[in-house]
């Protein structure tokens, strides 16, 4: 498999890193609670965004009136705006709440919905349609598209997760053993996805986040050994460390799921939709890596060494660079 695939891919993940470089995109959320049969408790949580505010705004309906002073609370992590209007006669069914300022962002929003009868809704908005209809409760297939969607969406903006994939692959060698690397990732992830999603166990996002820039800076080393022809329990069994890195990249998944507050009843639909668009999304990435290097070998392009000694020092270089940002953000955040 020829190395200058990696290495025009590294490229790419770095060029996506300037503009979304990985968990800067935890989303916010709105939830509506009805009190009365007009008045709504609204609560809009933005989150920090590159450590400022976020630029998108909560844009409510004209006709919905506030009917006490909206309140503003900053915390560590999200601004949370909450207030309680009153929506007038007639249904809430199909007004239409805007969050302007989205569109220039790479977070989705996740609304719910819950009325006096228990019914919910729920939805995600995402940069590209940064509005929502209220409306009613969503069938199973309406439930598993969007969020198929969202995982697909996540696992592309996960840069960080992409870059240990891609990592992986440079160390396998033969279609069987990336099958089985594929496919320990994939179960080792998906476990502990549907364990944090679930409630059972969880990991705080800062530590979370310097743990897997630390499994990516451990594939750095790797990767220039299996170059030099040398030999390691890694180059031998990839499969293993794949698994054993897929646990702790599962709760990283799982971020961006937990957060949404859905209802117990759409949560297996959610859970299992999520789960594939993470599977589409990843599969996606590595069938355009190995069409790539099917490329390069039918064009028969010949690349200087130092070209293909690349991608493993970029990987690694990348990994200690997040390592070292997200244990500062760490310790700052213990500090304080």
């Not at 309680?84 to 199909?94: L, R």
Request: hydrophobic share 50%.
């Amino acid at each position: 498999m020829i190395r200058v695939v990696w290495f025009l891919a590294s490229f790419l993940v770095i060029a996506c890193s300037v503009s979304a470089y990985a968990h800067e995109s935890q989303p916010g959320t709105l939830e509506i609670k009805q009190l009365a049969p007009e008045r709504y408790d609204v609560i809009w949580k933005a989150p920090i965004y590159y450590g400022k505010p976020h630029p998108a705004r909560l844009q409510i309906p004209e006709e919905w009136k506030d009917i006490v002073q909206p309140t503003e609370r900053r915390l560590a992590d999200s601004i949370l705006f909450r207030r309680v209007v009153d929506v007038g006669p007639g249904s809430i069914e199909g007004s239409v709440i805007r969050f302007p300022g989205l569109e220039s962002t790479i977070t989705d929003v996740y609304v719910r919905l819950t009325r006096l009868d228990s019914s919910m809704m729920t939805a995600v908005v995402r940069p590209t349609r940064p509005f929502v209809e209220l409306r009613g409760e969503r069938s199973w297939y309406a439930t598993a598209g969007e969020y198929i969607g969202l995982g697909f969406y996540h696992i592309l903006l996960g840069v960080d997760h992409l870059l240990f994939v891609l990592g992986l692959l440079l160390i396998v060698e033969g279609r069987m053993m990336l099958v089985r690397t594929i496919t320990a990732f994939t179960v080792a992830h998906s476990i502990t996805l549907a364990i944090a999603t679930l409630g059972f166990a969880s990991v705080p996002l800062p530590p979370l986040n310097a743990a897997v820039a630390l499994s990516i800076l451990f594939l750095g080393p790797e990767i220039v050994r299996s170059w030099r022809g040398e030999s390691s329990l890694t180059i031998r069994y990839p499969w293993v460390v794949a698994f054993v890195f897929g646990l702790l990249h599962g709760f990283g998944f799982a971020s961006g799921l937990s957060t949404t507050g859905m209802p117990k009843a759409e949560l297996p639909w959610a859970l299992l939709s999520f789960n594939i668009g993470v599977e589409l999304g990843q599969l996606a990435f590595v069938f355009i890596a190995l069409a790539l290097a099917w490329s390069f070998r039918t064009l028969e392009i010949r690349w200087p060494r130092w070209a293909l000694a690349m991608p493993g020092y970029t990987v690694g270089s990348l990994g200690a660079y997040w390592t070292i940002q997200r244990t500062v953000i760490l310790i700052g955040g213990l500090l304080k």
